[in-house]
């Protein structure tokens, strides 16, 4: 393998040339084609199971989804507990909870009518969806090191809400470090906890998120 | 929840047993028929230079691949699906330590370090960014313990795993940058690994 010592991300400066030819406003990079099959809006319940519920991941973490509501007309989320194994709803995107080590805080699974999960880099990223769900890590000691504990919790959630509606990572925050359009957009869609990158990690819904929603989904 | 630990020693590795012996003129890999799912959207802590790196890390380190991975499958049951369906996967493999950068450790150490990928169903499953870990491929970590076990993982996934120059690691015909040990270039932290050649000799 060869490896220069000082390598020059070049690739930064043609992707720097894309966005100067782009416009600002459409962010297709931002959100994913595709819907889920059978539907054309995105109106569903999260289903919280037990798995997902503890003493850290409180009811009120996973209320805060439907600040998702509200933007699109055709994007409505209900948030519904599962109190005993019993419950089912039928339309249902099913949260569940599991310990997943400190690597993860959370993550959104696609799958295909088989229940086979997606390519999320190819597949799925251009497909309908069957379904999807979504799983939060109970570790809490993932989130304990964040300024905000909970706080990095619900927004780790809504994130994965926002994945769940198709959004995207708005800026590349590994290698090339750069969002084809605007930077660093300020977005609850980046990765990380709220605040990394100079804020550009956020605890709420921005602007951003709010104008790649409806682009996704309609006004 | 169902668990399964299997290695993945399979046919094709008994194969690479085989081939062992003239292995310096086949260009053999255990990954050529295999078909990449990349998976999960995730959220997952990010470092955006070194100084955030080394502040996270117990340990950083160039160690070696020793031996085959050691597979868990998690499974649950899908009430959308009617089945089981596969929800999380996971390797670990053990690494001899080759150089000690930060950290209480010494040359010759191995440590046990967890990626979230595996094959199921003849797929390569990953939730992980990072290649998968192949053995005598040598690479520089920066290591975080998990809290309640002994194992060892990349911080931030692909924030916390780096080329080591000069190694001559297997090919990964899975990967557009396989020397980079990344799926895809835009995982890899060119600033912070520029940042690791200047500071470190490695
Ligand atoms: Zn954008
Ligand atoms: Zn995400």
Same mark, same amino acid.
């Given at each position: 393998?060869?490896?220069?010592?000082?390598?020059?991300?070049?690739?930064?400066?043609?992707?720097?040339?894309?966005?100067?030819?782009?416009?600002?406003?459409?962010?297709?990079?931002?959100?994913?084609?595709?819907?889920?099959?059978? @539907?054309?809006?995105?109106?569903?319940?999260?289903?919280?199971?037990?798995?997902?519920?503890?003493?850290?991941?409180?009811?009120?973490?996973?209320?805060?989804?439907?600040?998702?509501?509200?933007?699109?007309?055709?994007?409505?989320?209900?948030?519904?507990?599962?109190?005993?194994?019993?419950?089912?709803?039928?339309?249902?995107?099913?949260?569940?909870?599991?310990?997943?080590?400190?690597?993860?805080?959370? @993550?959104?699974?696609?799958?295909?009518?088989?229940?086979?999960?997606?390519?999320?880099?190819?597949?799925?990223?251009?497909?309908?969806?069957? @379904?999807?769900?979504?799983?939060?890590?109970?570790?809490?000691?993932?989130?304990?090191?964040?300024?905000?504990? /909970?706080?990095?919790?619900?927004?780790?959630?809504?994130? &994965?809400?926002?994945?769940?509606?198709?959004?995207?990572?708005?800026?590349?925050?590994?290698?090339?470090?750069?969002?084809?359009? =605007?930077?660093?957009?300020?977005?609850?869609?980046? $990765?990380?906890?709220?605040?990394?990158?100079?804020?550009?990690?956020?605890?709420?819904?921005?602007?951003?998120?709010?104008?790649?929603?409806?682009?996704?989904?309609?006004? | 929840?169902? /668990?399964?630990?299997?290695?993945?020693?399979?046919?094709?590795?008994?194969?690479?047993?085989?081939?062992?012996?003239?292995?310096?003129?086949?260009?053999?890999?255990?990954?050529?028929?295999?078909?990449?799912?990349?998976?999960?959207?995730?959220?997952?802590?990010?470092?955006?230079?070194?100084?955030?790196?080394?502040?996270?890390?117990?340990?950083?380190?160039?160690?070696?691949?020793?031996?085959?991975?050691?597979?868990?499958?998690?499974?649950?049951?899908?009430?959308?699906?009617?089945? =089981?369906?596969?929800?999380?996967?996971?390797?670990?493999?053990?690494?001899?330590?080759?150089?000690?950068?930060?950290?209480?450790?010494?040359?010759?150490?191995?440590? $046990?370090?967890?990626?979230?990928?595996?094959?199921?169903?003849?797929?390569?499953?990953?939730?992980?960014?990072?290649?998968?870990? $192949?053995?005598?491929? &040598?690479?520089?970590?920066?290591? /975080?313990?998990?809290?309640?076990?002994?194992?060892?993982?990349?911080?931030? =996934?692909?924030?916390?795993?780096?080329?080591?120059?000069?190694?001559?690691?297997?090919?990964?015909?899975?990967?557009?940058?396989? =020397?980079?040990?990344? @799926?895809?270039? $835009?995982?890899?932290?060119?600033?912070?690994?520029?940042?690791?050649?200047?500071?470190?000799?490695?």
């Amino acid at each position: 393998m060869k490896i220069k010592k000082r390598v020059i991300p070049m690739l930064a400066g043609v992707l720097t040339a894309v966005m100067l030819t782009s416009t600002a406003s459409a962010h297709p990079e931002d959100y994913w084609a595709g819907k889920y099959i059978g @539907y054309e809006d995105a109106k569903f319940t999260l289903r919280i199971s037990r798995s997902a519920q503890t003493d850290f991941l409180t009811s009120d973490i996973y209320r805060s989804a439907r600040d998702w509501n509200g933007i699109s007309s055709n994007v409505r989320v209900n948030v519904s507990f599962v109190i005993n194994a019993r419950t089912t709803i039928d339309d249902g995107i099913n949260v569940y909870g599991d310990n997943l080590g400190e690597r993860l805080l959370g @993550y959104t699974t696609p799958y295909d009518s088989n229940g086979k999960p997606l390519d999320t880099s190819i597949d799925g990223l251009i497909s309908d969806w069957a @379904y999807a769900d979504i799983t939060m890590n109970t570790n809490s000691s993932v989130f304990s090191v964040a300024s905000d504990p /909970k706080l990095a919790a619900q927004m780790t959630f809504v994130h &994965e809400v926002g994945h769940v509606l198709k959004l995207t990572h708005p800026f590349i925050s590994r290698g090339l470090g750069g969002h084809t359009i =605007d930077g660093k957009p300020v977005a609850i869609m980046n $990765q990380g906890f709220p605040g990394d990158y100079g804020g550009a990690v956020s605890s709420t819904i921005t602007g951003h998120d709010k104008s790649c929603l409806k682009a996704k989904w309609g006004a | 929840m169902m /668990k399964k630990i299997t290695a993945i020693i399979t046919v094709l590795a008994a194969c690479a047993l085989l081939t062992a012996c003239n292995k310096s003129t086949e260009n053999f890999n255990d990954f050529d028929d295999i078909k990449l799912v990349r998976t999960g959207f995730a959220n997952r802590r990010v470092f955006e230079n070194l100084a955030a790196l080394e502040d996270y890390v117990d340990l950083a380190v160039v160690g070696k691949f020793t031996g085959d991975p050691e597979q868990e499958e998690r499974y649950r049951y899908n009430e959308f699906f009617g089945k =089981d369906v596969l929800y999380f996967v996971t390797s670990t493999n053990t690494i001899e330590i080759e150089k000690v950068l930060i950290g209480d450790a010494e040359i010759g150490d191995t440590l $046990q370090i967890v990626q979230d990928y595996g094959i199921v169903d003849g797929d390569l499953v990953t939730f992980s960014d990072l290649t998968p870990m $192949q053995k005598g491929d &040598e690479w520089l970590f920066f290591l /975080k313990k998990e809290s309640d076990s002994d194992i060892y993982f990349c911080a931030g =996934d692909s924030d916390g795993r780096f080329p080591v120059p000069n190694a001559e690691n297997e090919p990964m015909p899975l990967s557009d940058c396989p =020397d980079l040990g990344v @799926y895809d270039e $835009q995982n890899f932290m060119w600033n912070t690994y520029n940042e690791i050649l200047e500071k470190y000799d490695i």
